[in-house]
Nanobody, 125 residues
Framework: QVQLVESGGGLVQAGGSLRLSCVAS????????MGWFRQAPGKEREFVAA????????FYAASVKGRFTISRDNAKNTVYLQMNSLKPEDTAVYYC??????????????????WGQGTQVTVSS
């Protein structure tokens, strides 16, 4: 079955950086777009970033554009989220997800069929 395993979360001071990784198995990774979402306590899960199958196209939420960078290494079945200039409001559990076959509206949770277990990111002020 498809498995997505995130890592790289942790505690960082405001202004700092973290890089999240998500390793995929169980499907042909290079055939699917991937995305990152986050969920803060008491809030709904929200879109952060997405990348198409080849890595040529990337998409970002307005709140992270210019600070976060999504990338992928298809040879390693891994998608990354480089997070710079972190703010306390970036504190959340971050999830990677795989876009379903034929999906194209990468900002919508319903376009994703597999999810990781999440990794906690905490930004202190």
């Amino acid at each position: 079955q498809v498995q997505l395993v995130e890592s790289g979360g942790g505690l960082v001071q405001a202004g700092g950086s973290l890089r999240l990784s998500c390793v995929a198995s169980g499907r042909t990774f290079s055939s699917y777009a991937m995305g990152w979402f986050r969920q803060a306590p008491g809030k709904e899960r929200e879109f952060v970033a997405a990348i198409n199958w080849s890595g040529a196209s990337t998409f970002y939420a307005a709140s992270v554009k210019g600070r976060f960078t999504i990338s992928r290494d298809n040879a390693k079945n891994t998608v990354y989220l480089q997070m710079n200039s972190l703010k306390p409001e970036d504190t959340a559990v971050y999830y990677c997800a795989s876009v379903r076959s034929g999906g194209s509206y990468y900002g919508e949770m319903t376009e994703y069929d597999y999810w990781g277990q999440g990794t906690q990111v905490t930004v202190s002020s």
